[in-house]
T-cell receptor
Framework: DAGVTQSPTHLIKTRGQHVTLRCSPISGHKSVSWYQQVLGQGPQFIFQYYEKEERGRGNFPDRFSARQFPNYSSELNVNALLLGDSALYLC???????????FGNGTRLTVT | AQTVTQSQPEMSVQEAETVTLSCTYDTSESDYYLFWYKQPPSRQMILVIRQEAYKQQNATENRFSVNFQKAAKSFSLKISDSQLGDAAMYFCAYRSPYPVSGGGADGLTFGKGTHLIIQP
């Protein structure tokens, strides 16, 4: 079975632009979570979606939003990009909202 | 809010030796989950081992085992017979078992990580 897939792998954007990151969960998994990992730090929780509803939100500004589609794939959107948004964005899926997480390889976002 | 602290930014061990990575956490909850994740240069976070706080028995997975001290809020990872493929960043993480509505976070709280180097 395919693991969690994220696209694109790398992305370069300019300050003020908008970005959309995509994630496909493992088949059968109904929960998707997003994490931001700044260089040299551990990942920080952004959102969790389960059965297409937001189940949790970390301490991130409203510029960050996400959604989950009927096929359980997910998008993370970031508006008005700042230099500090440069990071590795990790997506993880799980069977239910509290099952062990399976992570993708991440999207490396660079904001210039 | 829960916090997770990994006090060793980097550890080095000879191949085939044993190494222990430290992790402490702070929480007011009595029930929770603790995890160790491995992140190789490929960037993918890989679950190494999981411990439920209500279980007194320490979790083990082949060469990986934990020393869970609930009263001390300590959760160390022991890697036996270290192999070159064990080289990676290791992250300790905490998760509440209960859903939090509204602005609360259901997600994992990670430490800053320990870079493990395996010397051949």
């Amino acid at each position: 079975d395919a693991g969690v897939t994220q696209s694109p792998t790398h992305l370069i954007k300019t300050r003020g632009q908008h970005v959309t990151l995509r994630c496909s969960p493992i088949s059968g998994h109904k929960s998707v979570s997003w994490y931001q990992q700044v260089l040299g730090q551990g990942p920080q929780f952004i959102f969790q979606y389960y059965e297409k509803e937001e189940r949790g939100r970390g301490n991130f500004p409203d510029r960050f939003s996400a959604r989950q589609f009927p096929n359980y794939s997910s998008e993370l959107n970031v508006n008005a990009l700042l230099l500090g948004d440069s990071a590795l964005y990790l997506c993880a899926s799980s069977h239910t909202w509290n099952s062990p997480l399976h992570f993708g390889n991440g999207t490396r976002l660079t904001v210039t | 809010a829960q916090t997770v602290t990994q006090s060793q930014p980097e550890m080095s061990v000879q191949e085939a030796e044993t190494v222990t990575l430290s992790c402490t956490y702070d929480t007011s909850e009595s029930d929770y989950y603790l995890f160790w994740y491995k992140q190789p240069p490929s960037r993918q976070m890989i679950l190494v081992i999981r411990q439920e706080a209500y279980k007194q028995q320490n979790a083990t997975e082949n060469r990986f085992s934990v020393n869970f001290q609930k009263a001390a809020k300590s959760f160390s990872l022991k890697i036996s017979d270290s192999q070159l493929g064990d080289a990676a960043m290791y992250f300790c993480a905490y998760r509440s078992p209960y859903p939090v509505s509204g602005g609360g976070a259901d997600g994992l709280t990670f430490g800053k990580g320990t870079h493990l180097i395996i010397q051949p």
